[in-house]
């Protein structure tokens, strides 16, 4: 069965600081893997996706993620975080065998900015 | 642009009164879907539909129920509503046929009283 863990579950950082949020995934097949992020009261906003080709992906809003496939990662960066990065993030696998484009999603990693 | 719509925003209902929260999309996306979310936890998809095939959840409560009347619209109905039920009801798109990513609406806010 597919799953995601991201181990963080509240990350402070202060404004200007690096961001990496960790993802790891099991799936028994060739993963899709997606981060999403979703501020206070809203949806589910796609950053970026992996399905091939070069491992490190670029998302919007300055976000990129690596995936490892040694290490079944796909972790999430930004060299240097604003204010309104402050929000929920959640990194999601699919794939080609999963029926009706289903997703699993992490448990989500809130991040909380500092000035 | 295309999008997905939710309708409305927020809404509150009495316990056991029957509501019906509303999602459209312009992407003419094949694939519709229901999540719900409770505060601080990840999304818990609980159907979607595949064109008119309908797929439930093995653990999404029968008092949860859905309808696609056509490509563009998808309602949820909750038919005796409990305060377990107050939650973010999510509506999202995927087109089917690509790599699966899914495009999430704004959410409806559903607060039981």
């Known amino acids: 069965a597919q799953s995601v863990t991201q181990p963080d579950i509240h990350i402070t950082v202060s404004e200007g600081a690096s961001l990496e949020l960790r993802c790891n995934y099991s799936y028994g097949a060739t993963p899709y893997l997606f981060w999403y992020v979703q501020s206070p009261g809203q949806g589910l906003q796609l950053l970026l996706k992996?399905?091939?080709?070069?491992?490190l992906v670029q998302g919007i809003k300055g976000f990129e993620a690596e995936f490892k496939r040694s290490q079944s990662s796909f972790n999430l960066r930004k060299p240097s975080v604003h204010w309104s990065d402050a929000a929920e993030y959640f990194c999601a696998v699919g794939g080609p065998q999963a029926a009706g484009n289903k997703l699993t999603f992490g448990g989500g990693t809130r991040v909380l900015v500092k000035p | 642009d295309a999008m997905v719509i939710q309708n409305p925003r927020y809404q509150v209902t009495q316990f056991g009164k029957p509501v019906t929260l509303s999602c459209s999309q312009t992407l003419n996306h094949n694939v519709m879907y229901w999540y719900q979310q409770k505060s601080s936890q990840a999304p818990k998809l609980l159907f979607h539909?595949?064109?008119?095939?309908?797929?439930n959840e093995a653990d999404t409560p029968d008092n949860f129920q859905s309808r696609r009347p056509n490509t563009s619209f998808c309602f949820l109905d909750i038919r005796s509503p409990g305060l377990g039920d107050a939650a973010m009801y999510l509506c999202a798109t995927s087109s089917g046929t690509g790599f699966g990513e899914q495009y999430f609406g704004p959410g409806t806010r559903l607060t039981v009283t």
């Open positions: 539909y595949y064109d008119k095939d309908f797929n």
């Open positions: 992996y399905f091939s080709g070069d491992t």
